[in-house]
């Protein structure tokens, strides 16, 4: 079965600079997909990104990046230009391709301060 | 973009009551929908995996007797928990996909207090 781990259980970064969040993940299967979801207090589950495997680009959106190392296993999250708004949980997951269901890790909380 | 409508968004039972949490896609069909539960502070555990028109597919150690899953149309599943306990109080999040390989949508998840 595949598992996600999330190695910081609370990361903090002062505004407008950069973090990063680690995440690693098992499996057996080659082609797969990768999420970070954001959850903020109100517990919505926001899509933050996503990288299919196939793909040796990493993906971006805006201030979001990914680093994927398909062969360490590894999908890390930076965050540029941290905002206020950034704060919340912070979740990795992993969907293989042929099946629907996705499994998370534990969750990163990030902080921000002013 | 996908909306999932989750309802309701809080409830509190007594114990042993049954109670219904309702999962729709507002603005498209999900063949599959996927019910979680939240513990505080913990990530989100797959409960079971309900596609239109047939039996839920339930995960390891989940009750499928005490979660009733019913996905009865391409916009709607239900989760029942039934003979509700303490230790059922949770945060249940339902998410549903449109099309094969798209992300997940979110509902807004529901807080279960049982009383």
Not at chain 2, 8 to 28: A, H, N, Q, W, Y
Not at chain 2, 51 to 60: C, I, L, V
Not at chain 2, 94 to 111: I, K, M, W, Y
């Amino acid at each position: 079965a595949q598992t996600v781990t999330q190695s910081q259980p609370e990361m903090s970064v002062q505004e407008a600079e950069t973090v990063t969040l680690s995440c690693t993940y098992d499996t057996s299967e080659s082609d797969y997909y990768l999420f970070w979801y954001k959850q903020p207090p109100s517990r919505q589950m926001i899509l933050v990104i996503r990288q299919e495997a196939y793909k040796q680009q990493n993906a971006t959106e805006n201030r979001f990046s990914v680093n994927f190392q398909k062969a360490a296993k590894s999908f890390s999250l930076k965050i540029s230009d941290s905002q206020l708004g950034d704060a919340a949980m912070y979740f990795c997951a992993y969907r293989s391709h042929n099946n629907n269901d996705m499994r998370f890790g534990a969750g990163t909380r990030l902080t921000v301060k002013p | 973009g996908a909306v999932v409508s989750q309802h309701p968004s809080r409830v509190i039972c007594k114990s042993g009551t049954s109670v219904k949490i309702e999962c729709r896609s507002l603005d498209f069909q999900a063949t599959t929908m996927f019910w979680y539960r939240q513990f505080p502070k913990q990530s989100l555990m797959l409960m079971a995996t309900s596609n239109e028109g047939s039996k839920a597919t339930y995960e390891q150690g989940v009750e499928k007797d005490k979660f009733l899953i019913n996905h009865a149309s391409l916009t709607l599943s239900t989760l029942t928990v039934t003979s509700a306990h303490p230790e059922d109080s949770s945060f249940y999040i339902c998410s549903a996909r449109d099309v094969e390989n798209s992300p997940l949508h979110f509902g807004n998840g529901t807080r279960l207090t049982v009383t």
